[in-house]
């Protein structure tokens, strides 16, 4: 009954601790692996982040009710410390930047309607009112944000896709000045209509998935007020889910979210030149 966290280490030099969200897990000998402790929800889990501050390390959770902060510092005792309220939803994803947390969801409704932003920064003191806010956006966007799918932060930029804004393209906030008040930069639409699932950044270049339509886009957003589309590519089942670059940034990483899928790897070194170099499917 629910869904629980497990925690696995994972004997490596710089890592000593995954976080896993899981329904049915099964731990197979030689693999390295030691199940060390849980945490039982009730209600639905969907995303998961982790951060640490002040000594102590923490597992964001995100859950049907809002975001759950569990410290997990001792993996063999892991207890929450606090919940941070959200609309209803089996949905959330989660992201963070320095020591504050961003939280999307698809509800919608009530006070904490839009994003949701958490200043973790006096971690293990409580949270209370005064350290978690809800951002419905600012300038020419003022009070608009509703709902929001998934996220992307990179180099003080978040990236809001699927919103009720602009067709669900991206909506580009600036955290560098000041992360607890984002500032609305701009938005994709002109360079690339279609909604955007989930998307990547690096280097001022967006991967952004177009799952309703079937591809992925490549967008310069070093101009965040008016970005560029670069190029566009179909993935294998026509329903792009997610992208990720390799660490080199020559190889792009993309799924589709449908039954019998495969694991893409693309050249983007070229973005003008798109080549399929691969895909992987299991055993359907």
């Known amino acids: 009954n ?6 696995l280490a994972l ?8 976080i896993l969200t899981l329904l049915t897990v099964v731990v197979t000998n030689g693999q390295n692996l030691q199940f060390r402790s849980k945490l039982t929800y009730n209600g639905v889990l969907a995303n998961i982040g982790g951060i640490a501050v002040n000594g102590h390390e923490y597992a964001l959770v995100g859950w049907e009710e809002g975001l759950s902060i ?31 947390a961003y939280v999307t969801t698809e509800g919608s409704g009530g006070p904490y309607e ?12 409580t949270i209370n009112n ?23 932060i990179d180099s003080g930029y978040l990236y809001l896709y699927g919103s009720n804004l602009f067709s669900g393209t991206a909506v580009i906030c600036n955290l560098n000045n000041d992360p607890w008040n984002p500032q609305y930069v701009g938005n994709s639409s002109n360079a ?8 990547y950044v690096r280097n001022n270049v967006m991967y952004g998935c177009h799952i309703y339509d079937g591809y992925f886009s490549i967008i310069d957003v070093s101009n965040k007020a008016n970005p560029v589309l670069l190029n566009t590519q179909t993935t294998p089942d026509n329903f792009s889910h997610n992208s990720w670059l390799n660490d080199a940034g020559n190889v792009l990483f993309t799924t589709d979210e449908v039954d019998d899928s495969y694991l ?14 691969d895909k992987y499917q299991t055993a359907p």
């Open 70 to 100: 569990v410290d997990v510092t001792n993996p063999d005792s892991i207890f929450e410390r606090y919940q941070v309220p959200g609309p209803t939803s089996n949905w959330r994803e989660v992201k963070t930047f320095g020591n504050y």
């Open 11 to 18: 004997y490596m030099k710089k890592i000593s601790v995954f």
């Open 192 to 199: 690339d209509p279609n909604y955007i699932h989930d998307g």
């Open 2 to 7: 629910g869904f629980n966290i497990l925690i």
């Open 264 to 277: 893409a790897a693309y050249d983007i070194s070229d973005p003008f030149n798109i080549q399929l170099l």
């Open 114 to 125: 839009g994003l949701t932003i958490i200043n973790l920064s006096d971690l293990p003191a």
């Open 130 to 152: 005064t350290y978690h806010k809800t951002y419905k956006g600012d300038g020419a966007i003022l009070n608009q944000i509703q709902t929001i799918h998934a996220l992307h």
